[in-house]
């Protein structure tokens, strides 16, 4: 039974993963080795949530069976204790738990930085991006070796060094390192998941963030289109630069190639040989192949962020377009004819509000409870720790199972939302409708697996189910981990104190001092009462204005079209001619003019209050259309 079970969790665990590897990253478009790596540690990361209380009920079933049946009792005792769905022998969870921890450890420290820093260079062959990757991770690997080299000397010079102590001594730096990283973001989500959800339920503050978002995407694509065309106009001059003839110029065809602006133009180049000994003309002499790697490099990243810009403004303005739909239908109080839509409405505008705000009580306790137990949990006796307090109150193996599921996935949430919703510039973003990028994939995938096993271990603590707080307990997952007292200031220093770090991090997160400190240097950053802030979410009102308008004018476009190639149906082929000619002198330089003349004044006065750097090149374009003459009637005739 207990595989059978094992086999559910981990067909979940499964689609579960699935499904957000092809929310985030287009599986047909990633590299096999990177989606592979992305799905396996994520896969690891998630399935803890089932395996973690699997390993909890089957140890406290191994103690009942223990303390009740002593070993001169031949009877079958069985039956004094309730014996979990999910038991599994200790054995097959111990080697379940070594392919989990050393999987993941294989992945964090090699596979996935190596596979990170090949997708990210910009080499032409497959040799190249190798050897990059290893050049760039030698670095790394040399300050972790040194690292290391220290911790072995301490433990040479405190203790026998034996083959078990230099096991305990990798998984104790593996984990104090995760553990460090885990309280942060730990931290930040319990604060933010519950905050996050209450703000949905308010839609006229969230319509606000929605406007300063348009705002702040509509910079980013504008910086986005700024950097492709200075990129192509690069791919340009080198492909003046470089000749034919050049063994360059097979790595210039390809970086075209990742050009799609540049696909259908008819490019300048070198015929002659002799080019570069002209005296004259001496820029192509500092065209090398290391540059050309640098311009590869610089395509692919420019290239993919413009489109994802792009796709990102698209599902913004659309969010944004249907909550003011939404609030402006509550506020004229419209009744809909269709029941499934007025079933929609009440849902939406009534339900959904009231629902979020009992979800983000409930996440908001669940937060205070488990901060309270890292506080905490250090303390054996009393036992202060709500969650330990809960799971030795608990009998039934059943919902010892359930409540662990429970504790250890709202814990995975906030933790793992820290990590979605993390973003270091253009570096690290994890975008939905499949536009986050290799990089991204790789270095989140990179975190998770650095956090499955502390997350595990920490979750542990929580419910005294470890031997540091109760030596009658040691689970499968314990045995795989080893004793921290091979170095004694992590044991009972750093492992034990750290956690209460905790509750710093969530009073700076309710306090948004993150936000604040970015705001005033400069970033982008939404802060209730910042003018600046104001000034983004007014900007963002009028560019939602301006996509409304152009999208009804298309629709009024496409409906005209249809109603008059319907009226003309019986016309003669002569009389529609006809009609089409004066059409195209009467309407086209007008609309034309207008339609133009309008999308660049309001371009230009949407952003004028904010950025100030692009000031001078939105005005030009704007005296350009203003001053231009008005064409006449006649002009094409």
């Known amino acids: 039974m207990g595989f059978g079970v094992l086999g559910v969790e981990l067909i979940v665990v499964f689609i579960l993963v699935l499904l957000l590897l092809r929310r985030h990253g287009n599986i047909l478009k990633l590299h096999p080795a990177v989606t592979i790596s992305v799905f396996v540690a994520w896969f690891f990361s998630f399935v803890i949530i089932f395996v973690v209380p699997m390993d909890v009920s089957n140890t406290l079933y191994d103690k009942c069976l223990t303390d009740t ?7 079958n005792c069985t039956e004094l204790c309730n014996k979990p769905l999910s038991y599994l022998p200790p054995s097959y969870l111990e080697i379940f738990w070594n392919i989990v921890f050393w999987s993941s450890q294989l992945l964090t420290w090699f596979i996935l930085p190596l596979l990170s820093s090949y997708v990210a ?4 062959t497959i040799g190249g991006k190798v050897k990059a990757a290893l050049l760039e991770n030698a670095i790394i690997y040399g300050t972790l070796g040194l690292l290391f080299g220290v911790l072995l000397i301490y433990v040479v010079a405190s203790k026998h060094l034996s083959s078990e102590a230099i096991k305990v001594l990798c998984i104790t730096a593996s984990n104090t390192w995760g553990l460090l990283v885990l309280i942060f973001l730990m931290g930040y989500g319990f604060v933010q998941v519950p905050r996050a959800i209450w703000e949905s339920s308010n839609y006229g503050d969230l319509l606000t963030k929605k406007r300063f978002d348009v705002s702040k995407i509509k910079i980013e694509l504008d910086e986005a289109q700024e950097k492709l065309n200075e990129i192509v106009e690069e791919v340009k001059h080198v492909n003046r630069l470089v000749p034919r003839s050049s063994e360059l110029r097979e790595f210039v065809n390809i970086i075209i190639s990742k050009c799609p602006s540049l696909q259908n133009q008819d490019l300048e180049h070198v015929d002659y040989d002799d080019y570069a000994s002209n005296t004259r003309n001496r820029d192509d002499l500092a065209i090398s192949r290391s540059s050309l790697v640098s311009i590869h490099s610089k395509v692919i990243s420019t290239h993919y962020n413009h489109h994802r810009c792009n796709v990102i403004w698209e599902r913004t303005v659309e969010e944004a377009l249907s909550l003011e739909d939404w609030l402006q239908m509550k506020t004229k109080d419209v009744h809909t004819t269709s029941v499934k839509d007025s079933v ?3 849902f939406r505008i009534y339900l959904m509000p009231i629902l979020l705000k009992l979800i983000a009580i409930i996440f908001g306790m669940a937060s205070i409870i488990l901060v309270w137990s890292e506080m905490l949990f250090s ?16 009998r039934s193996p059943a919902l010892i199972v359930f409540v662990c599921i429970l ?27 499949q536009q986050t990028d290799d990089y991204s994939l790789l270095f989140s ?12 271990l920490n979750f542990l603590s929580l419910v005294h189910e470890d031997p540091r707080y109760n030596s009658e307990i040691q689970t499968a997952f314990s045995k795989i981990m080893g004793s921290f007292e091979v170095i004694p200031f992590i044991a009972k220093g750093f492992n034990v104190y750290y956690p209460i770090l905790i509750a710093l991090i969530g009073i700076a997160t309710i306090l948004k001092l993150g936000t604040r400190c970015l705001a005033f240097l400069g970033f982008e950053a939404f802060v209730e009462d910042d003018d600046i802030s104001m000034d983004y979410v007014e900007e963002g009102k009028q560019l939602l ?6 999208r009804e004018r298309g629709d009024k476009k496409v409906e005209t079209s249809r109603s008059g190639n319907s009226s003309r149906t019986k016309d003669t082929q002569r009389d529609t001619n006809f009609d089409n000619d004066r059409a195209r002198l009467l309407d086209s330089p007008e609309d034309s003019y207008s339609e133009g003349t309008w999308h660049n004044d309001a371009r230009a006065n949407s952003s004028r209050d904010i950025i100030n750097s692009k000031q001078s090149g939105r005005a030009a374009s704007h005296n350009f259309s203003r001053n231009s003459k008005k064409k006449s009637l006649f002009d094409d005739v």
Not at 121 to 124: P, S, T
Not at 379 to 394: D, F, G, N
Request: glycine share 2%; hydrophobic share 45%.
């Open 344 to 346: 929609q409405f009440v």
């Open 379 to 394: 303390i054996k006796k009393p036992t202060l720790s709500i969650c330990a307090i809960v799971v030795e109150a608990v």
């Open 121 to 124: 260079a910009g080499e032409f």
């Open 69 to 75: 049946c002593p070993i001169n009792v031949t009877r």
């Open 407 to 433: 504790l250890i996935s709202y814990m995975c949430l906030c933790t793992y939302y820290t990590i979605f919703k993390l973003r270091l510039f253009n570096y690290y973003y994890m975008a939905p409708a």
């Open 545 to 550: 204005l301006r996509e409304r308008r152009l």
């Open 445 to 456: 995938a990179t975190v998770l697996s650095r956090l499955t096993t502390p997350l595990s």
